[in-house]
C-alpha cells in the first residue's frame, strides 16, 4: 500500500508562486511515475504533469501549465515536488498527486487519471485576481 498526502496549497495572488509537495510512504516502486491533477468546482479532473522514472527521468505537462509549472523529484525524501510560477486565477482548485508502479513507454499514458491506483487527499489552491 502507498500513502501520498499533499502538502504547500494556499492563498496567492496572480503572477505569485506555490510548491507544493507530495511525500509518499509505504511501498516505494522502483518504476512508475507520479502524477499531479486538480480539480476545480464544478469541472473535471484535469491532468497537470507527469514525472516517470525507470532509471532516467521524463517529464510531461499540460499545454496550460506548461513554462509555469515545475515537477521534480526528491528521492532522498520520498517527495515530488510541482513549482507552480507565475499563477493565474483559472490555476485555482484542489490539486492532487498520484502514482504507479506501472511503466508505461508512451507518456501521454500518465496523462489519464485511470493509469493511477494511488491518490492524495488533495490541497486547494487559490489564486487572487
Known amino acids: 500500500q502507498v500513502t501520498l498526502v499533499e502538502s504547500g496549497g494556499g492563498l496567492v495572488q496572480a503572477g505569485g508562486s506555490l510548491r507544493l509537495s507530495c511525500a509518499a510512504s509505504g511501498r516505494t516502486f522502483s518504476s512508475g511515475a507520479t502524477g499531479w491533477f486538480r480539480q476545480a468546482p464544478e469541472k473535471e479532473r484535469e491532468f497537470v504533469a507527469a514525472?516517470?522514472?525507470?532509471?532516467?527521468?521524463?517529464?510531461y505537462y499540460a499545454d496550460s501549465v506548461k513554462g509555469r509549472f515545475t515537477i521534480s523529484p526528491d528521492n532522498a525524501k520520498n517527495t515530488v515536488y510541482l513549482q507552480m510560477n507565475s499563477l493565474k486565477p483559472e490555476d485555482t482548485a484542489v490539486y492532487y498527486c498520484?502514482?504507479?508502479?506501472?511503466?508505461?513507454?508512451?507518456?501521454?499514458?500518465?496523462?489519464?487519471?485511470?493509469?493511477?491506483?494511488?491518490w492524495g487527499q488533495g490541497t486547494q489552491v487559490t489564486v487572487s485576481s
Open positions: 514525472i516517470r522514472w525507470s532509471g532516467t527521468t521524463s517529464t
Open positions: 498520484a502514482a504507479t508502479p506501472t511503466y508505461y513507454s508512451r507518456v501521454t499514458y500518465y496523462t489519464r487519471s485511470t493509469s493511477y491506483p494511488y
